[in-house]
């Protein structure tokens, strides 16, 4: 595929997106991995990390039906209406304050479309996707039903892969994915535990800060 064709497949992306009212094409990248892995129930309740502008978790709605619910944080405001079923808090992750959303645990699902303000600078983009991540893990570990599902975006790298290979005793499987309205000059991938196995004594350990 060209450039000029990828561009295209882009801008169809984009566009489809607003004509069914989401705010970002992000939200196919959800579609195709839910349609592969059958992600979603009715009923279930889903922790949407880093949820502006808001396409994860209006799906999410969707698909969980009125007796599921969605909960949403960013350190960006959200804006725009949601279902009754959907609860957005504007937060900083990097502070810990799981206390926010313990009265909606556990999650059957926790999703992170989390990523870092890209500086152009390779190593760095990678080194800050890796540590949004961890703290996705750090939230998802604590607040996940067992046999719950954590889903999230990485930048590739071989710390990357590290972790994610951290992440394999707590999860039946482990999958990399590449949907395909990811742009293909992103670093990014999305990797999804399935079947959560909750190991508090070691949880905390695998947690630690680098350098803590």
Request: hydrophobic share 35%; aromatic share 8%; glycine share 8%.
């Amino acid at each position: 595929m060209t450039v000029k064709d990828r561009q295209r497949l882009d801008d169809h992306y984009s566009r489809q997106a607003r004509k069914q009212g989401f705010p970002a094409r992000s939200v196919y990248k959800l579609e195709e991995i839910d349609q592969r892995f059958k992600l979603f129930k009715p009923g279930q309740r889903v922790l949407d990390l880093g949820c502006a502008p808001g396409s994860w978790s209006l799906y999410a709605a969707a698909r969980v039906g009125e007796r599921g619910r969605v909960v949403g944080l960013d350190l960006t405001p959200v804006k725009g209406a949601f279902p009754p079923q959907v609860k957005t808090l504007t937060a900083d992750l990097l502070d810990n304050n799981i206390d926010l959303v313990a009265g909606e645990a556990p999650f059957d699902l926790v999703l992170s479309d989390m990523a870092p303000k890209t500086s152009g600078r390779r190593e760095v983009d990678q080194s800050r996707s890796l540590e949004l991540c961890r703290m996705a893990w750090l939230w998802a570990g604590q607040l996940l039903h067992p046999s719950g599902h954590f889903l999230f975006k990485i930048f590739q790298s071989q710390e990357g892969e590290e972790f994610i290979k951290s992440l394999q005793p707590y999860f039946s499987r482990i999958n990399r994915l590449k949907p395909k309205a990811t742009r293909s000059q992103s670093l990014e991938i999305f990797v999804l535990g399935q079947v959560f196995h909750p190991d508090p004594a070691h949880l905390s350990i695998r947690l630690q800060p680098e350098g803590g």
